[in-house]
């Protein structure tokens, strides 16, 4: 395994850390090109990491968001991931709604993959048979090891050409959109912020089990650009 990881005591303390290393990356990318991208994750551990980015004095207008995974419900919907992310990040960070590319949940599986994909093409201006390079990757890991909306066992988890997917998830009943591992692998900087006692065991699995995504998907996030924001809890069957 390459990523390194660090823990915290708490959430608020690896949030903290987590939205410093992001804004380092994107300020980066800002002072080379001029505008930097950043691929976001939904779920309920971000809420702290988005409000401390928010805050920050960042080139909020040079800088564009996308998601990694989106449930398809509406975008005021508490389960919608830009939701979450316009109440502590895009709305208070005034980051303009040209610049927020958002999965739309509220259309057909079908036509909201296609429009999210076609999207990612003409941001990035990808050729045939290209992937986008985000500047930013964010990622969270669920108790199962599922990182994006790749869950074990998905085939999709081999796929390394295509760029989004549609995916139901019978336990919940739930349509999602997800980047697939091609966009994932290929960020240029990956941070995973994980916290809580029911990841301990999935953080333990990803850095210590061999490498085999297919039953461990988090692993896709353990590359050389990637690092880990863990709480003590989810960190407690690690060694440093």
């Keep these: 395994m390459c990523a390194q990881w660090h823990s915290w005591p708490t959430l608020e303390l690896a949030s903290e850390a987590c939205a410093r290393w992001i804004a380092q990356k994107l300020e980066s990318a800002l002072s080379i090109r001029g505008h930097a991208s950043v691929a976001i994750s939904g779920g309920t551990t971000p809420r702290l990491l988005f409000e401390c980015l928010a805050v920050m004095?960042?080139?909020?207008?040079?800088?564009?968001?996308?998601?990694?995974?989106?449930?398809?419900?509406?975008?005021?919907d508490p389960e919608s991931n830009f939701r979450l992310a316009y109440e502590t990040l895009i709305g208070p960070a005034g980051i303009p709604p040209a610049n927020v590319h958002r999965v739309r949940g509220e259309l057909s599986p079908d036509e909201a993959v296609r429009r999210y994909v076609g999207d990612v093409r003409r941001f990035f201006k990808l050729g045939r048979g290209e992937l986008p390079r985000f500047d930013v990757m964010h990622c969270g890991i669920g108790a199962d090891t599922h990182t994006a909306s790749l869950f074990p066992g998905d085939p999709r988890i081999h796929d390394r050409t295509g760029i989004a997917a549609t995916v139901y998830v019978p336990k919940l009943s739930q349509w999602r959109v997800t980047l697939l591992p091609g966009p994932i692998v290929n960020a240029a900087h990956t941070a995973v912020l994980a916290a809580g006692n029911d990841k301990a065991e999935a953080v333990r699995s990803v850095f210590t089990e061999q490498y085999a995504p297919i039953r461990y998907p988090a692993q896709l996030n353990c590359r050389l650009s990637a690092f880990w924001f863990l709480d003590a809890a989810a960190a407690r069957f690690l060694r440093q």
């Excluded at 207008?61 to 989106?70: K, L, N, Q, S, T």
């Design 57 to 76: 004095r960042l080139g909020w207008p040079h800088i564009h968001v996308f998601w990694v995974d989106e449930r398809l419900v509406l975008p005021c």
